[in-house]
């Protein structure tokens, strides 16, 4: 930003260091939680849109802290909770943390499925001494779970359903999804099932540091091929939009954006249905680890 404008004073305050920026400002705030009253949350959010910044939503991984913070603000603001891994969405829509019309995001690693690393090391013993991982030939392997198939959108076809190429195939600027990417398995409850059966506004976010290109390009396909399902997007944390340079899978690493939240995250149930009357119990760090 630097020749744009005049940078505000070091000891400038928040209103006139919004008001020397040459775009409006627009926020999603991360609450991180330290019991912090929804009170003076709505004080914070109320105090910068007084000093000239749109606040457009809140957003924390303590759901049960952060829910009707919206109450207590001058105007409404959109709640949105984070979410480890689709089945942790799964469960606390049956546990009754996640409501009906709730915004929710999940990391976007949950929905491959792991045999995908033996695709890798078998890649490697093809390539005998250059044992370096490429894009195109290694995309191959990658596979997404049941539970992430969709059905037909607004238009009548599943875009993800589609005939063509294999995730890293075809022409470099290809963006078309294939629907030969999921692994073969038994029919289950799908993401979707739960976004229409709950009317929830659903997007998918990775960790970047641990993701390498070709799960990021079969990702960014996916949610663009079903908008109408993940209608809040792939959110990118990397301000510059680009890869972390030399992220690659090994024999014994993954690089699909989930990195240290698989530990902690509850795997799908495939025999649970939104329809079920099934009650859970609440999701907390200490039942993530019983539930696996």
């Known amino acids: 930003l630097r020749g744009w404008f005049a940078p505000p004073r070091p000891d400038a305050s928040i209103p006139e260091s919004i008001a020397a920026l040459p775009a409006p400002v627009r ?18 959010i109320d105090y910068l849109r007084d000093a000239g910044a749109r606040v457009d939503g809140i957003a924390s991984f303590n759901v049960s802290e952060m829910r009707d913070t919206t109450r207590y603000c001058s105007s409404p603001v959109n709640e949105i909770f984070f979410l480890h891994s689709a089945g942790d969405m799964q469960h606390c829509c049956h546990s009754g943390q996640i409501r009906r019309g709730d915004r929710v995001f999940f990391n976007a690693g949950s929905l491959f499925w792991d045999f995908r690393n ?47 190429a294999a995730a890293g195939e075809g022409s470099p600027d290809d963006e078309s999804f294939a629907g030969d990417v999921f692994a073969r398995e038994s029919v289950c409850s799908t993401i979707q099932d739960y976004k229409d059966e709950y009317d929830l506004s659903i997007g998918l976010y990775v960790q970047e540091c641990a993701i390498d290109e070709a799960t990021l390009s079969l990702i960014v396909k996916y949610v663009n091929s079903n908008l109408h399902v993940y209608d809040l997007g792939l959110s990118w944390g990397g301000i510059n939009g680009l890869t972390v340079k030399g992220i690659q899978p090994g024999r014994f690493s993954v690089t699909d954006g989930l990195r240290s939240q698989r530990f902690v995250s509850v795997p799908w149930k495939k025999d649970l249905h939104p329809g079920s009357s099934k009650q859970l119990p609440m999701l907390g760090f200490v039942k993530k680890v019983l539930f696996h």
């Open 118 to 164: 033996a695709h890798y090391v078998k890649s490697i013993l093809r390539r005998g001494s250059q044992p370096c991982f490429d894009e195109k030939s290694d995309a191959g392997g990658y596979r997404l779970k049941p539970y992430a198939r969709i059905r037909a959108g607004p238009g009548g076809r599943a875009p993800s359903e589609g005939r063509g």
């Open 27 to 44: 926020l999603v705030l991360d609450l991180k939680s330290r019991h912090v009253s929804r009170r003076v949350w709505a004080l914070v």
